[in-house]
């Protein structure tokens, strides 16, 4: 690994974003470029699949999450003929491997975003195969083709022309200044309209998240079968807002029916004391001090050392002996035997 890589902002981005230790993180790096130097000595890496590339790696996780995090992150590039690039390849690898892809290929394929200039060649502008040696000028490689339908499940909308200048249409109506490109972008890489639409319900239903411009770039960069919640950019200070407002109305909602709650259970409380008193009350005040302490012995064994030695019986434990008065059962019109102190 180059000296000064593991201080690399995209490094530690990479870092955390995999949940991964700094060793784990060389490690993983290191077997990716050392197997790419013999699968892929041009740096084409995306000719491989995803779990391939997992694989290379000896990563365990979501293959699809490993990538999008190397490309998010800057170790991966997209390419329109090689769907990815190991970025700056040619710039790092040893010179036996640069003498090899001479040798066998003509030279390093690469995209670069910026005119790049080469040992055996003038600058390269954007967009352009840039090679090694220009003596060994490679073709240009067509854009792909559209591979073959997968199935849609229930969406009955096809990959036809105009099954997409409809998504684009309604790309179109949302803000996106170039729904043709971002539509066309997706596509070559085999990506189904229905799958843009799923993109684009869940960008609506989580307006205001992202702008017209974060839905662009995501269907821009969009492969197939990818999730449609994932690979999108922070949401906005304003969906934060909106939802910390949404949240705190939801628990003041929340606090408020609690309180509701409590006071109608309050209420029903005191109702049903007011019966109770009113119909056991002086039956419990009549009870002798010896009946009394028979009827508590009996039903409420644990109050029996709370009981007063004169005096009415008040508070809850008054509330209790009440309660056990009403739930003994009683012959009809027939009271306690009552005895006069």
């Known amino acids: 690994m180059k000296l000064g890589t593991l201080d690399l902002t995209k490094f ?21 470029w050392i197997r790419a130097a013999k699968d892929c000595p041009q740096g084409d890496i995306g000719r ?30 997209p390419s329109e003929s ?25 030279g390093f394929l690469l995209y670069g975003s910026k005119p790049t200039v080469r040992n055996h060649g003038s600058p390269t502008m954007v967009g352009e195969p840039c090679l090694t040696k220009s003596s060994h000028a490679m073709p240009f490689l067509p854009h792909p083709q559209t591979p073959a339908p997968r199935d849609s499940g229930d969406f009955d909308l ?40 799923a993109v684009l319900e869940y ?17 821009l960069g969009m492969r197939p079968e990818e999730k449609h919640q994932i690979r999108w950019p922070e949401r906005s200070a304003e969906f934060v807002k909106a939802v910390q407002k949404k949240t705190a109305v939801i628990v003041a909602n929340k606090r408020e029916e609690t309180k509701a709650k409590w006071r109608k259970e309050q209420a029903e409380a005191e109702s049903k004391s007011a019966s109770l008193e009113t119909e056991y009350g002086p039956e419990l005040d009549a009870m002798s001090t010896e ?27 008054r509330g209790e002996l009440l309660r056990a008065i009403a739930s003994v059962p009683k012959a009809p019109n027939m009271k306690f035997e009552v005895t006069s102190c």
């Open 12 to 32: 530690k981005r990479l870092q955390r974003r995999l949940n991964e230790t700094v060793r784990g993180t060389v490690g993983l790096l290191e077997l990716i």
């Open 48 to 77: 491989l699949s995803n779990l391939e590339i997992a694989i290379m790696a000896e990563w365990d996780g979501d293959a699809d999450e490993l990538v999008d995090a190397l490309t998010d992150c800057g170790w991966f590039d």
């Open 82 to 106: 090689s769907r990815l690039l190991i970025h700056d390849w040619p710039d790092h690898v040893p010179n036996w491997l640069k003498g090899v892809v001479a040798k066998k290929f003509g």
């Open 158 to 197: 096809e990959p036809t022309q105009a099954g997409w200048e409809a998504v684009a249409a309604e790309l179109a109506a949302e803000g996106v200044r170039l729904p043709e490109k971002a539509c066309d972008s997706a596509r070559s890489r085999g990506v189904l309209p229905h799958e843009v639409r």
């Open 203 to 219: 960008w609506r239903e989580n307006k205001p998240a992202w702008n017209a411009g974060a839905l662009y770039y995501k269907v």
């Open 291 to 317: 009946k009394l302490r028979e009827f508590v012995a009996a039903n409420l064994p644990l109050r029996l050392g709370q009981l007063p030695d004169n005096g009415a019986v008040v508070g809850s434990l």
